[in-house]
C-alpha cells in the first residue's frame, strides 16, 4: 500500500523559504488518476488547503497562498516537494502530503514547522 | 470561496448511542463532500468521499448523505474507538475544510 514520508526543517525562521520533501513508497507519483497535495494544519486545529499536481503537470494552488507557494514532483526520487516563501509566524503548522482522488485516502504523518526567529 | 459551516462544535455522547453531525456549504457543492476523522497526534482518515460513499475499510456504522449545500454524517452506534474529531471537506469549487465537530464522552 502507498505510503506517504514528510521531511524536512522543523525550524524556519521570518522571511526564509520552507522547503519540504515527500518520499512516496509502495506505489508510483506518476500513478495515473490521482492529484498529490499539500495541506496545513493551524494551531487551532483548521486545515488549510495548500495545492496540488496532478500525474500529468498541472497544479492548482489555493489563492490565499498562490503566490508564495510552488509544488512540484521528482519522478525519479518518487517525491514530492513544497516550497512556501516569505514564511511569518501565521504559517506555523503541521504539514501533510497526501493523495488525493475522489476523497483524501493517503496521508503523511505530518512535520511540524515552526517559524520564529 | 466556499465555507463549511460544521455543526454543533462540540457533541458529548456515550458508547452506543447514535451521532449525527452536520456540515452546511455557503454554496452549492453538489455532491462533492467529504468527511475525515482525526484523533490526536494523527493525520486525518477519510471515511466519507462523494457525500455517501464509504472509503476503504470503514465500517457500516459510518454513513454520509445529503447534496447542494447540507450534508450529514451519522455514526449509527457510537464505539469507543469513534470519539475523535470529524471534519468535511469540499472539492467543487477550490478545496476547503470546515472547522470541525468534536465527538466526545458524556
Known amino acids: 500500500q502507498v505510503q506517504l514520508q514528510e521531511s524536512g526543517p522543523g525550524l524556519v525562521k521570518p522571511s526564509q523559504t520552507l522547503s519540504l520533501t515527500c518520499t512516496v513508497s509502495?506505489?508510483?507519483?506518476?500513478?495515473?488518476?490521482?492529484?498529490w497535495s499539500w495541506i496545513r494544519q493551524l494551531p487551532g486545529k483548521n486545515l488549510e488547503y495548500i495545492g496540488y499536481?496532478?500525474?500529468?503537470?498541472?497544479?492548482f494552488y489555493n489563492p490565499s497562498l498562490k503566490s508564495r507557494v510552488t509544488i512540484s514532483v521528482d519522478t525519479s526520487k518518487n517525491q514530492l516537494s513544497l516550497k512556501l516563501t516569505s514564511m511569518t509566524a501565521a504559517d506555523t503548522a503541521v504539514y501533510y502530503c497526501?493523495?488525493?482522488?475522489?476523497?483524501?485516502?493517503?496521508w503523511g504523518q505530518g512535520t511540524t514547522v515552526t517559524v520564529s526567529s | 470561496e466556499i465555507v463549511l459551516t460544521q455543526s454543533p462544535a462540540t457533541l458529548s455522547l456515550s458508547p452506543g448511542e447514535r451521532a449525527t453531525l452536520s456540515c452546511r456549504a455557503s454554496?452549492?457543492?453538489?455532491?462533492?463532500l467529504a468527511w475525515y476523522q482525526q484523533k490526536p497526534g494523527q493525520a486525518p482518515r477519510l471515511l466519507i468521499y462523494?457525500?455517501?460513499n464509504r472509503a476503504t475499510g470503514i465500517p457500516a456504522r459510518f454513513s454520509g448523505s445529503g447534496s447542494g449545500t447540507d450534508f450529514t454524517l451519522t455514526i449509527s452506534s457510537l464505539e469507543p474507538e469513534d470519539f475523535a474529531v470529524y471534519y468535511c471537506?469540499?472539492?467543487?469549487?477550490?478545496?476547503?475544510f470546515g472547522p470541525g465537530t468534536t465527538v466526545d464522552f458524556k
Open positions: 497526501a493523495r488525493e482522488a475522489r476523497g483524501i485516502d493517503v
Open positions: 509502495g506505489g508510483s507519483i506518476s500513478s495515473g488518476g490521482y492529484f
Open positions: 499536481i496532478s500525474n500529468s503537470g498541472n497544479t
Open positions: 454554496q452549492s457543492v453538489s455532491y462533492f
Open positions: 462523494d457525500a455517501s
Open positions: 471537506q469540499q472539492r467543487s469549487n477550490s478545496f476547503t
